[in-house]
């Protein structure tokens, strides 16, 4: 279960969402049920998804399906213990459509911008139409000596996609269903999981947290670092658009708001009075890398145009993201 599922509600779907666990669907259920939707929801256990038919019962009777789960893998050794569970989760559930999925019209894959860009010298603009093949290629020659957890990563996103669209190729004319991909960029905002404590958020929200509100000093590398994001919201709301728009049929879109730099994070975060967070003082970072506005240029962009012209996302602002943020880690006693 995940924003996409809200979003599905709140636009008036009924949600059949997969959990690993009895106790995450009762989180999912109490979470839904206090917000009005506890007509809206209804969950299916898939324990492993790199199961074969693991989602055979949970696509039967079922318009679309959005895919944005990802296997677990806690003590991966070697870049095919990565790589291959999300190669079969990704190509399991198109499986399970084909033979199960009598009604399902589209399938939706969150994937990643990590299949699409490579790490340059010089700042570049990247789009739909670029792969991160060199990655695959390096974790390839580099076997089990890769202890580089985000180039395996990158290279499971890569393949998982790939396999994903050459399934859909193979299969086209057997089924009745197409397939549209997601590719976001760093996701912020709003977590709406159960998780205890920051130390358990997702990879890109830890970050935010650790810049944003450690208030350890940051070298200002880290403080300049650019690349680009989108609010959990937003790329909610592009998987169900990606379901309903016809024109995004057999498309990978990228959704991004845009580029950022931590020490716009910070900025955003200590301009806000009162602070969402007043059980924090925020740290201002290095104000001066951000006063010269007219020097800014980010590393990693996209072109938002197919976005633009298919979905036509609103996106929130940073300062939006921000607030929002800081108001639910102040609600969770962070």
Do not use: C
């Amino acid at each position: 279960m995940d924003s996409a599922s809200a979003s599905g509600m709140v636009r008036g779907y009924t949600v059949r969402g997969t959990v690993r666990s009895e106790s995450k669907g009762k989180y999912a259920k109490n979470y839904f049920d206090a917000r009005g939707y506890n007509d809206k929801l209804e969950l299916v256990i898939v324990e492993d998804i790199t199961k074969e038919g693991a989602f055979d019962e949970a696509v039967k009777g079922v318009d679309g399906i959005i895919h944005s789960a990802s296997p677990f893998v806690p003590q991966a050794e070697k870049p095919e213990d990565l790589i291959e569970p999300a190669v079969q989760g990704t190509v399991g559930i198109l499986e399970s459509a084909r033979k199960e999925g009598h009604q399902v019209k589209r399938i939706v894959i969150t994937s990643s911008a990590a299949a699409i860009t490579v790490i340059l010298p010089e700042p570049k603009e990247f789009s739909e139409k670029d792969w991160a093949d060199s990655v695959v290629k390096e974790v390839e020659e580099l076997g089990a000596k890769d202890d580089t957890t985000a180039r395996v990563y990158r290279a499971s996103k890569t393949l998982a996609e790939k396999g994903a669209w050459d399934y859909y190729s193979k299969h086209k004319g057997e089924i009745k269903w197409d397939v549209s991909v997601i590719n976001p960029p760093f996701i912020f905002g709003p977590p709406i999981h159960n998780v205890s404590s920051p130390s358990s958020l997702n990879t890109s929200v830890l970050f935010w947290y650790q810049t944003v509100i450690d208030e350890s000093p940051k070298p200002k590398e880290h403080l300049a670092y650019t690349n680009s994001w989108a609010d959990v919201r937003d790329v909610a709301l592009g998987h169900i658009l990606a379901l309903e728009k016809s024109e995004a049929g057999g498309e990978r879109i990228i959704i991004s708001a845009g580029g950022f730099s931590w020490q716009e994070w910070l900025d955003a975060a200590t301009s806000l009075s009162p602070s969402p967070l007043p059980s924090h003082k925020l740290p201002r970072g290095l104000p001066e890398i951000t006063e010269s506005p007219g020097d800014k240029v980010y590393h990693v962009t996209y072109d938002k145009t197919k976005e633009e012209r298919i979905l036509g996302i609103k996106y929130h602002t940073k300062l939006e993201t921000t607030r929002d943020t800081l108001e639910e880690f102040a609600k969770r006693g962070w």
